[in-house]
């Protein structure tokens, strides 16, 4: 089992950059597929970006790519999610996952079996 601690959301104008870590407890955390996930008020949970377990593979999903950078590393247990040229649809509370299977690189969320609390990230207009 792995428990997942998310930070760094905040507040930020719209162009801003913001970059969350996802710290993890446990001495396996290199054995887990590393995902980010948001929720927008009113709205279902969609994924974000995944990363493999030793970090050589990233999948992100159409409307960050290019935009956001997924990171790990498992010296600290940490996984990281770089948010550049942020827009207010980004705006959400964000949260990391893990799971030990190779299908999280689908971008489903059932593939995940731990998760954080979620760190809320706000974009202004």
């Known amino acids: 089992q792995v428990q997942l601690v998310e930070s760094g959301g905040g507040l930020v104008q719209a162009g801003g950059s913001l970059r969350l870590s996802c710290a993890a407890d446990g001495r396996t955390f290199s054995s887990y597929v590393m995902g980010w996930f948001r929720q927008a008020p009113g709205k279902e949970r969609e994924f974000v970006a995944a990363?493999?377990?030793?970090?050589?593979?990233?999948y992100y999903a159409n409307s960050v790519k290019g935009r956001f950078t997924v990171s790990r590393d498992n010296a600290k247990n940490t996984v990281y999610l770089q948010m550049n040229s942020l827009k207010p649809e980004d705006t959400a509370v964000y949260y990391c996952?893990?799971?030990?299977?190779?299908?999280?690189?689908?971008?489903?969320?059932?593939?995940?079996?731990?998760w954080g609390q979620g760190t809320q990230v706000t974009v202004s207009s």
């Open positions: 990363i493999s377990w030793g970090g050589a593979n990233t």
């Open positions: 996952a893990a799971t030990k299977r190779i299908a999280g690189f689908r971008g489903a969320d059932y593939d995940y079996d731990y």
